[in-house]
């Protein structure tokens, strides 16, 4: 845009604008501009002559009606094009006034997270109902059991859980038995290795190991998969279709979880002493026969039941959470994010809550 | 000379375009230009392939074969600043809306414009609301997400998203689907009182025949992968395709043309 000051017979100064008053074409100098202008508004006797521009859009119009200070100069004139942009700017609404800032909001917080996590726990626990009456009346009603969803869930999160799980378990294994045995040797208690791997392994770290990795991997995706679903209306699309959420969706995921993690914690537990395993032989030189024969003897079966037992519960546990957070989404991308996080910190605490549970019921079992 | 001026005029060419997902093909061997200043108004039956023609034009997805320029500049070249730069001369309204969910409405036509870092929040605040009046929309709905609002709401405040920056080309899919007919009928008078202020080039795709007798300088009629005509209205509807006898023949057909008067 270009700005002309002329002066004109009778004496009055005139400003003369032309060429180009669009956005794009202003985006450079728009604040230079904006001050200009601003200055050349200061004279009230000055006559603007708008005619000579090509092309006026609102943000144009709009920086000579600040200029003016959202008012028309007393000499002015227009195309009639540009009139009746200026009578558009002439009312502009005000953008409602956002919530006022609550001064009391962080001890608030505080409270409402209080009752946040109750909620939760009430959400939880009638949702586990609903899901009870939902396995009653498929007892009654065996052909409505929705088989395909439950291999479909036994599929993903466990045989496609195998790779990732394996490769972590092995990894700690190494680690743990190279540790142990290096403290073992200056005590000349090689052999304990077993003992050591065998109990911590089966017992606590198979199940553990397993557990957090199904939760971080299944659990997240069975938020967002509810989520997704949520922000595209097709829950209610199902609703509508008069097929119950928690007997298609929800029950068969915690079914096939609850299958599913025993299967994976014993992968996990077998690789991570198969890892084991092989650090003592490079570090101790114990052999693989030896370790066998040994491990039978060192470490007793109920273990095994118990690392079963628990993969059960953590695993359908981890498959409620991951479900009732899933369904408290709301229609935005932004919960969609905040809640899958929280569903998958929730699924990892409340697996190793789990965990300290089981060691306290079961502190007799299984320890020679 | 002729020759400079029409090039300096083209602003999209389209040449030997074929569009494929997998071993579904969309789109066969189209050939397009959009002119400047002028309604381009891509019609075909639904899943005919106009959606994906438009996302083609912009760049969102490669074609199989063939080449598209726009503003002439090829698209594909793998120059992020050229497509930068074309894509800030654009404005686009999705079929769908896509209006960002985590974004206040207010929030989501300022975006682009803060994007500039031009503009101060003043300004912004204006050019919203502005916005928003244009698109008929009352202030008291600024504040609300997206997902509180009706779905021609969501259509409406995506158009002026789509104009935030007024620009030079806009791409509109479906502009009036899911709104009633009185609003149908004012996006129409703003489309054309845009025109008259701006130099504004317009593809659009439209089931709604009214609309686009109102607003269509020329028509292109998708139809078995192929254009099967792209001239102005009065000679599309000469044809004698069997989609086109179909789309712009019967009752409905009639009723929209009766109003065309001059135009036509
Ligand atoms: N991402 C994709 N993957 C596979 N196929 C696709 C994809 N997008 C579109 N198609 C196919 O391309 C064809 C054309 O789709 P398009 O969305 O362009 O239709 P349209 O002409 O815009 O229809 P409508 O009027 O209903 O919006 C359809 O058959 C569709 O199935
Ligand atoms: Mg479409």
Redesign the interface.
């Given at each position: 845009m270009q700005i002309r000051q002329v002066a004109s017979e009778n004496g009055v100064p005139r400003l003369v604008l032309s060429g180009r008053c669009t956005l794009s074409a202003l985006e450079q100098q728009l604040q230079s501009l904006s001050a200009e202008l601003t200055t050349f508004a200061a004279d009230p006797n000055l006559y603007w002559d708008l005619t000579g521009i090509e092309q006026l859009d609102d943000a144009g119009a709009l920086l000579l009606w600040q200029a003016w200070g959202a008012c028309r100069p007393e000499h002015l004139s227009l195309q009639p094009e540009q009139e009746r942009l200026f009578d558009r700017l002439g009312n502009i609404p005000a953008a409602p006034e956002p919530v006022p800032r609550d001064l009391l909001g962080p001890i608030r917080a505080i409270g409402n997270t209080g009752f946040l996590v109750w909620d939760h726990i009430i959400g939880i626990i009638v949702l586990a109902g609903q899901l009870l009456l939902d396995v009653k009346f498929l007892v009654t009603h065996p052909t409505r059991i929705p088989w395909r969803e439950i291999s479909v869930t036994l599929f993903r999160t466990g045989a496609q859980a195998l790779g990732i799980t394996a490769l972590v378990g092995f990894l700690i294994g190494v680690v743990l038995s190279y540790l142990s045995s290096r403290q073992l040797q200056t005590y000349g208690a090689d052999i304990f290795i077993i003992n050591i791997l065998g109990v911590s392994i089966i017992r606590e770290l198979g199940p553990m190991l397993a557990a957090i990795l199904v939760a971080g991997r299944s659990g997240s995706s069975m938020t967002a998969q509810l989520g997704v679903m949520r922000v595209t209306e097709e829950l209610d699309a199902l609703a509508v279709m008069g097929i119950p959420h928690s007997m298609r969706l929800i029950l068969p995921k915690i079914i096939g979880l609850g299958i599913a993690m025993p299967l994976v914690v014993l992968w996990t537990s077998a690789i991570a002493l198969v890892g084991g395993m092989v650090a003592a032989e490079i570090q101790l030189g114990l052999s693989y026969q030896f370790f066998f024969s040994r491990l039978s003897d060192v470490v007793p079966i109920a273990n095994l039941w118990l690392a079963l037992g628990k993969g059960v519960v953590s695993g359908m546990t981890i498959a409620l959470i991951s479900c009732h957070f899933g369904l408290r989404i709301k229609s935005n991308t932004e919960s969609l994010g905040e809640g899958t996080t929280t569903s998958v910190v929730t699924a990892i605490t409340a697996v190793i809550i789990i965990d300290a549970i089981f060691a306290i019921i079961f502190s007799n079992v299984g320890i020679l | 000379m002729d020759i400079i001026m029409a090039a300096k005029n083209l602003i999209i060419e389209v040449k030997g375009l074929h569009a494929r997902f997998g071993a579904h093909v969309v789109l066969e061997n189209i050939n397009l230009n959009v002119h400047h200043g002028e309604v381009l108004t891509i019609v075909g039956s639904s899943g005919s392939g106009k959606t994906v023609l438009l996302r083609q034009m912009l760049g969102l997805d490669t074609p199989f074969r063939g080449t598209v320029q726009v503003f002439g500049q090829p698209i594909y070249n793998g120059n992020r600043d050229v497509l930068q730069s074309m894509r800030?001369?654009c404005g686009v309204l999705f079929q769908k809306g896509a209006l960002?969910?985590?974004l206040s409405v207010?929030d989501n036509i300022a975006l682009p414009m803060r994007e500039?870092h031009?503009?101060d929040e003043?300004?912004i605040?204006?050019?919203?609301?502005?916005?928003?009046?244009?698109v008929e929309i009352?202030?008291?709905h600024?504040?609300k997400?997206?997902?509180e609002l009706s779905g021609g709401m969501i259509k409406r405040i995506a158009l002026a998203r789509a104009m935030a920056?007024?620009?030079?080309l806009l791409f509109l899919d479906e502009p009036t689907s899911g709104l009633d007919p009185v609003l149908s009928d004012s996006f129409v008078k703003l489309i054309l009182?845009l025109r008259?202020?701006?130099?504004l080039t317009i593809v659009m795709t439209t089931h709604d025949l009214d609309t686009l007798v109102a607003l269509s300088d020329r028509v292109a009629v998708i139809a078995d992968q192929h254009i099967v005509a792209l001239d102005n209205l009065r000679n599309v509807i000469g044809n004698s395709h069997p989609f086109i006898t179909n789309f712009f023949g019967g009752d409905r057909g009639k009723r929209a043309l009766t109003g065309m008067g001059d135009n036509f």
């Open positions: - | 800030n001369r960002f969910s985590a207010y500039l031009t503009l003043g300004m605040h204006n050019l919203v609301m502005l916005k928003l009046k244009m009352e202030a008291q600024a504040n997400m997206p997902a920056l007024n620009p030079e009182t008259a202020e701006l130099a």
